[in-house]
Every structure is written in structure tokens, then in C-alpha cells.
């Protein structure tokens, strides 16, 4: 996302929609972002891409602007996608479109050798696992109305990036996946911090993940810890950027201890650094 540029679309005569993309082209796993600037008569409702509906929200601390993050999916293919906004026009509804471009990210792959116990998985682990996912899916596909977010997010943990995000990944020559967060280095023990506001809406030991934290910043945004040895937060608590949340570990499915640190929007697992960056950068540019 190192480009930004305005995109006017032409209604008619009388009337352009002014509306900022973050970039036309976005790889696989990343997220766009549109920023519409309040028109007088305009009301900007949604954007609809592949039949799925995205509300175009309030900007989180701009008045005079609305938003929407667009995630793209790690398994989506080459493309050019057709963007349909929806907007009310005078109370007219009328629709506009444009295309984006999704281009292959061009991931690496990594062969992972894991205890085969945590591989080929029991009846009762399956079915662990399984609930697990189907909780924490429940969780990501909910979308709060209000933001809790008004500055840049931080960085759980200052530390070396071990494994990126989007590393195809094959487990002992069977499961198949792909990294679905980023890894900091983090011996057992280290204070791990919240990245922006928001709430705690998971904090329990899982399967695959260990103890887990996520955090729900609002907007359909969460933030994902895991692998962690120790909670200082409990579900429910409204927490506060740079806040500790609890201690990183080695629990879970891990090859030893780290941060496993992962990004929801709308219920797409997307690269969590690069959807900081393009918040940082667009939406609290110059708020720290
Ligand atoms: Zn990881």
C-alpha cells in the first residue's frame, strides 16, 4: 500500500462522490481500504463484492469521512473484482462501480515437523478443535457498530518477526495451511500488549492456539494473541492500547515459544502488519 490516490467518480453533472482507495491492486491475505468524504445530499450505505455486503462505516476520528476495510482472502485467486457502492443520492438509492485487482501475493512455503500427536488428532481433540473454531468464528463474523479505536495501533511486542504471515505451510508431509498471523520471538514469560482499544471477547487455553486472547477493536476489527502462558486480562474487560493482556508462552500446537500475534476483518484472516500499516497510515495519520 505505498500509493494513495483519489478516485472521483462522476454521478452526473452535478454531483462526484469523493472517494479515496488505499490501492487498485491488492495481493491475496491484505486488506484495502476506501475512505469516502461526506457529500451534502450523499449517504453512503455499503459495498458489495462477490454478494458479500460491507456497511461503510463512520471514520473512527474524522467527522467529515465515512469508511469501509475490504479484506481479501489468502485463498482468492487472480483477479478482477467488481466493487458495487451502494449510496443514497438526495434519498435516491443509486449504485456505482469499480474494479479492483487482486494479485497473487507470492507467499513462501515452509515444511513444518511437528509431534505427530498434535497431527493426526484423536475423536476427542477433532472435536475440540472443532468447537473451538466454530466459537471463535461466531466471534469474528460479528460485527460491533461502534469503534473503540481513536490512535494508531502498536505492536504487541518489540521483538524480531520470526515467521511472517502467509507462509504456505505443510506439517509433517500431511496438514496442509498457511501461517495465519505473524511471530515474534518471545521466551516464555515476556509482557505481551494490547495493540489498540477494545474489549476482550476470548481468553481461554485452545487446542491448536494455547492460551488465546482476542480482542474486539470494534467495526469488525479483532486482534488475535496466542499461544500465550498467562492471562491478565478475562473476557468482557475493555482494555487499552499498549495494556499487558498476560504473558507469552509455548502452549498450543508450537515448535517452541513465541508470539503468535493474527488479524480478523469481517471475519477474513487477513496479514495482521499490513492491515496496521494501512490504518496507521490513512485513518490515524499523525495520531499517535
Ligand atoms: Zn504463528
Redo the contacts with the bound molecule.
Keep these: 500500500m505505498r500509493f494513495f490516490y483519489f478516485l472521483l467518480v462522476c454521478i452526473s453533472t452535478l454531483n462526484a462522490l469523493d472517494i479515496a482507495i488505499s490501492s487498485s491492486i491488492i495481493p491475496n491475505g491484505k486488506t484495502a481500504l476506501f475512505e469516502f468524504k461526506k457529500e451534502k445530499n450523499i449517504h453512503y450505505n455499503n459495498v458489495v463484492v462477490d454478494n458479500k455486503r460491507y456497511t461503510i462505516l463512520q471514520h473512527p476520528v474524522d467527522a467529515h469521512k465515512m469508511y469501509v476495510l475490504l479484506p481479501i482472502s489468502y485463498y482468492e485467486k487472480p483477479n478482477d473484482k467488481k466493487v458495487t457502492l451502494n449510496y443514497k443520492d438526495k434519498n435516491v438509492e443509486k449504485n456505482t462501480m469499480f474494479f479492483l485487482r487482486v494479485e497473487d501475493a507470492k507467499y513462501a512455503k515452509e515444511t513444518l515437523q511437528v509431534d505427530n500427536s498434535k497431527v493426526s488428532l484423536d475423536k476427542k481433540d477433532k472435536k475440540r478443535a472443532s468447537l473451538e473454531y466454530k466459537e471463535a468464528m461466531d466471534i469474528y463474523n460479528t460485527s460491533t457498530q461502534k469503534s473503540y479505536i481513536s490512535s494508531k495501533f502498536i505492536l504487541p511486542l518489540d521483538t524480531k518477526i520470526t515467521?511472517e504471515f502467509g507462509k504456505a505451510r505443510v506439517y509433517n508431509d500431511t496438514l496442509k495451511g498457511y501461517?495465519s498471523?505473524t511471530?515474534f520471538r518471545a521466551k516464555v514469560g515476556v509482557p505481551i500488549k494490547a495493540s489498540n482499544d477494545g474489549v476482550v471477547v476470548l481468553a481461554k487455553d485452545r487446542f491448536y492456539s494455547g492460551g488465546s486472547i482476542v480482542i474486539d477493536h470494534g467495526h469488525g476489527i479483532y486482534t488475535c494473541y496466542?499461544h500465550m502462558s498467562k492471562f491478565d486480562v478475562e473476557k468482557g474487560q475493555r482494555v487499552k492500547k499498549a495494556q499487558t493482556i498476560g504473558l507469552s508462552g509455548d502452549s498450543g500446537r508450537v515448535t517452541g515459544p513465541?508470539l503468535?500475534f493474527s488479524a480478523r476483518v469481517s471475519g477474513v484472516q487477513v496479514d495482521p502488519l499490513q492491515l496496521i500499516t494501512l490504518m496507521n497510515k490513512n485513518l490515524f495519520k499523525g495520531i499517535e
Aim: glycine share 14%; proline share 0%.
Design positions: 515467521s501461517h498471523g511471530d496466542f513465541h503468535h
